[in-house]
């Protein structure tokens, strides 16, 4: 695909040009990656899911009621559409790798205060001080969290050459999977020995271990590229003004791949509710419920690195497609399996909630990465980091929509037609990929853009 007039060839400061990778091997490249991106992401993403599950607990120990707890969750879904533009204003101001390790700071503080503060609460007479508490720990980590995932998205979109982007963002999106693995498993264990309370502590060692890591081998590229700037050191085609207007032809471009992709964000966000509600009518306990998860989320992570050859090697669409397809085809098998069998035993049940689970792990573990790999393939070299904050919000609103969707839904009809519509919009995502891909993003073993 030719490079669009506007976008200069791409080259990260202090880096090798993307699309040459300097004589180092992909294996070395991503190595290199590993102690900056890759281990930081394992860390903060255990600590996070292994805390998020028991926000709901301790909010119902803390006074709140079963729809004020089940509320909170909208932090997530406000941060994802409103936190990624000043996200992106703050590392443009003081850099992608000093804005991370600042909100790493903050969180690991904002956990500190809720093991102290929320665990008096739990342990004696809650009340409005330990409930504001938990409240501003929630945005704490909202709003953390959009930075961290901008500024890594960012540095991996400088790091990376064009011809191995698409493995080493699926193997980014497969570190956030064995974070939300591990996670749980670590939370279950402090629990165990301790109190729930005990949670944020974990939250704060982890954070910190991450934290460390991207302050210690980060190499603030974005930082030194903006200051030569400043000083007229780079050459006149590679400086990036203080302040542009950003381009609307880059602009139109993300929002066309982001009418396709968005059906697969939505998707991913209505599982966890859509699954266990369908298994729950199906007259399935918890534990097997959970079991299913469980083993869906290891075809997940064994689909992570085939995921990123396929992209690098036979373009996006060959991955963006068949991912949205099977998540739709999976969506829409478990509502018809749920209306069809009903009653039927508990074997068949098991079947019911199974086998779509699978369809929809394959095909969205095919899709690890790929939202963040669009991003990158659609914003220029320079600015980068401020247009992805835009993709980040568009694809945010989806975020928010997709729970709102299955709520209205369900107010008029059965779970299953949730589930349906999740579907249905995956398919019609795919067939929009399918004509809007090829035209836009790299084709397979494309060396530049």
């Known amino acids: 695909m030719t490079t669009p007039p506007s976008e200069p060839p791409e080259r990260g400061p202090g880096s090798t040009p993307s699309g040459a990778s300097g004589g180092r091997s992909t294996a070395q490249v991503l190595r290199g990656l590993a102690p900056s991106v890759y281990i930081p992401t394992v ?21 709140f009621d079963v729809s004020q707890a089940a509320a909170l969750t909208v932090i997530f879904g406000l941060a994802s559409v409103l936190g990624p533009i000043p996200a992106g204003r703050l590392m443009g101001r003081v850099g992608g790798r000093r804005a991370i390790v600042l909100a790493g700071i903050l969180l690991v503080l904002a956990n500190l205060m809720a093991l102290v503060v929320i665990g008096a609460g739990m342990s004696g007479e809650p009340g409005p001080v330990h409930r504001a508490a938990l409240i501003v720990l929630l945005v704490v980590m909202a709003g953390a969290g959009q930075v961290w995932a901008l500024g890594r998205q960012s540095y991996l979109g400088t790091a990376l050459p064009v011809s191995m982007r698409a493995r080493g963002m699926t193997l980014y999106g497969g570190m956030l999977r064995i974070g939300q693995v591990v996670g749980p498993l670590l939370g279950a264990l402090v629990m165990a020995v301790g109190h729930e309370s005990w949670v944020f502590g974990l939250f704060a060692v982890m954070t910190a271990l991450a934290t460390a890591s991207v302050a210690v081998f980060m190499i603030p590229g974005e930082d030194r590229a903006a200051a030569l700037s400043r000083t007229g050191d780079l050459p006149r085609r590679d400086r990036t003004p203080a302040r542009t207007r950003l381009d609307r032809a880059v602009l139109r471009r993300m929002v066309m791949v982001g009418i396709g992709i968005a059906p697969v964000m939505m998707g991913r966000v209505n599982r966890p509710v859509i699954v266990p509600l369908i298994g729950a009518a199906l007259h399935l306990d918890a534990t097997t419920i959970s079991v299913i998860f469980g083993a869906t989320a290891v075809i997940e992570i064994a689909l992570v690195v085939p995921a990123g050859v396929l992209m690098d090697r036979f373009g996006r669409v060959a991955v963006a497609v068949p991912c949205s397809v099977l998540m739709g085809l999976g969506f829409v098998l478990l509502s018809v399996l749920a209306v069809t069998i009903g009653d039927a035993g508990r074997g068949s049940a098991m079947l019911a909630l199974l086998l779509p689970s699978i369809l929809i792990a394959v095909g969205n573990g095919l899709g690890s990465g790929i939202v963040m790999t669009l991003g ?19 694809l945010g609103a989806g975020r928010l929509v997709a729970p709102l969707m299955v709520t209205a839904i369900t107010l008029v009809a059965p779970v299953a037609a949730a589930g349906a519509a999740s579907g249905v919009l995956c398919l019609a995502g795919a067939g929009w990929l399918a004509r809007v891909l090829p035209t836009i993003t790299p084709a397979g073993g494309t060396r530049r853009r």
Request: aromatic fraction near 8%.
């Open 43 to 63: 860390l903060e993403s255990a600590g996070e899911t292994a805390l998020l599950p028991v926000v709901p607990l301790i909010a119902l120990q803390l006074g």
């Open 376 to 394: 990158i393939d659609t914003s220029p070299v320079h600015g980068r980091t401020r247009y992805l904050a835009w993709w980040n919000t568009l």
